[in-house]
């Protein structure tokens, strides 16, 4: 074996895991991905460039027997088949790109690998992929384990769950039985509405840790957006009706018919963007969110439809199908047989949310530029592409637009990325099993 393990990375994208390897002491020999703006970005940022070739090509095959071998094999595989954001579709093609990997490992035969997707793989279809992916990796030859981390643990400003696969060649297991020693948590964690519990995951002393990184911690010094600061530029224009709605979302608010709390706005709310409303009809709209999540009303558990009778008697308004069906008309309401439900509900955790400035960013997502989405906390704008790389954190030398790049591009690939300060922590921990085994291998 060699004094520094050598890396080859498939699904390279931009190059955030392989930028984390690469500071953690890994020598990177070959890098690929079927994407032109994410090789000119890598090659680039890295001192080793990317190649363009798409896994799925005849060409591949060839490639990996010319490759030889490795010491670990990196493959961040795409997720947008398991992805919560996304459609979570079954028969997604880009499902089953996984078994690149696989066909790698065969032909490679790399000591370590190291897999890495959205925690939605462990969960969407009853985890099947995942329990797919790690028989199919079993079958290769490794050993394999697997877990679930968030960004923010580690000092990344950013909640963003991830699954890491990592598995042994089953060969180099020698007599100590060596596994991977997960990264420990540095920065506490926080425990968000909708995730399990995680203490029993990494158990920690929590005066111990770091306060976790925030969204002013990573942009504050930025300032306005400006050329003077390589990327702090924003991708897009936006309608007048956009610029409306930031105007009215506050510090941790968003866009949301669907949930009766202050961190939601309401499109009545916001008259510049959606039309008047009387204050009849606005009474009638707040009382359906008020109520449609009640069990009584249905077991749906996003919120159901409620009928004429029920809407009249909870306003105590003789009102008729047509004032209802107006709401309709003018998107406030949506229709449902013999039922009305306020229109937007499958926007449940909201749209142009404009996240706190004091806590670690939501998921940095591949439509950032989009104010839609997610708002600047303190300006009316979306984040610019150098504000959502230093939320991923990549380093202020990292350059998207200077490699060539689209800023609708760059966003996508920032988004698409693992950060580099999360990808070290990984390898920190790649690195001491693979020294493990090596220094048991060269004194046998």
């Not at 996984?98 to 897999?115: N, S, T």
């Not at 969407?124 to 394999?144: H, M, P, R, S, W």
């Not at 425990?191 to 306060?211: C, F, K, M, S, T």
Request: aromatic share 10%; hydrophobic share 40%; proline share 7%.
């Amino acid at each position: 074996m060699t004094s520094t393990p050598r890396v080859v990375s498939l699904f390279s994208g931009c190059g955030g895991l392989d930028l984390g390897f690469l500071r953690a002491g890994f020598t990177l020999e070959f890098a690929c991905d079927h994407d032109p703006a994410a090789v000119r970005t890598y090659s680039h940022n890295i001192p080793h460039s990317a190649e363009l070739l798409d896994v799925t090509a005849p060409a591949f095959p060839q490639r990996l027997v010319e490759i030889g071998s490795c010491d670990v094999l990196l493959g961040g595989f795409p997720c947008q088949g398991f992805s919560k954001a996304g459609p979570k579709n079954i028969g997604d093609q880009r499902n089953q790109l996984y078994k690149a990997m696989i066909r790698a490992l065969e032909v490679v035969q790399p000591a370590i690998f190291v897999g890495e997707n959205v925690d939605g793989i462990s969960q969407n279809f009853n985890g099947q992929f995942l329990n797919q992916i790690i028989k199919d990796c079993t079958n290769a030859g490794y050993e394999v384990d697997y877990q679930t981390v968030d960004a923010s643990w580690f000092g990344v400003p950013q909640h963003r769950r991830r699954v890491f696969i990592v598995g042994l060649r089953r060969d180099l297991q020698l007599s100590q039985g060596h596994h991977i020693e997960w990264p420990a948590i540095s920065h506490r964690p926080i425990h968000r509405n909708g995730e399990r519990n995680i203490h029993d995951i990494y158990p920690y002393w929590l005066e111990q840790l770091a306060e976790p990184r925030t969204i002013d911690d990573a942009i504050c010094h930025l300032g306005p957006l400006g050329h003077e600061i390589p990327d702090h530029v924003v991708g897009k224009s936006w309608p007048d009706s956009a610029v409306a709605i930031m105007k009215k979302i506050g510090p941790g608010q968003k866009l949301c018919n669907a949930r009766h709390d202050k961190t939601s706005v309401r499109t009545w709310d916001i008259p510049e963007a959606f039309g008047k409303t009387s204050s009849i009809e606005r009474s009638v709209l707040e009382t359906i969110v008020r109520n449609r999540r009640h069990k009584m009303y249905g077991s749906i558990p996003n919120g159901n439809p409620l009928s004429l009778e029920v809407i009249k008697n909870l306003t105590f308004n003789e009102i008729d199908e047509d004032f209802l069906d107006d709401l309709v008309a003018r998107r406030f309401l949506k229709r449902i047989q013999d039922k009305w439900d306020v229109a937007g509900a499958m926007f449940a955790s909201g749209i142009f949310r404009r996240p706190l400035p004091d806590q670690p960013s939501p998921t940095v997502l591949t439509n950032f530029e989009n104010p839609r989405y997610f708002i600047h906390p303190r300006e009316n704008r979306p984040f610019s592409v150098r504000e959502v790389a230093a939320l991923q954190t990549f380093p202020p030398d990292f350059l998207f637009l200077e490699a060539g790049v689209k800023p609708t591009d760059a966003y996508r690939l920032i988004g698409n990325a693992v950060p580099p300060l999360l990808a070290e922590r990984i390898a920190e921990s790649v690195l001491a099993l693979w020294l493990s085994f090596a220094t048991e291998g060269a004194a046998a």
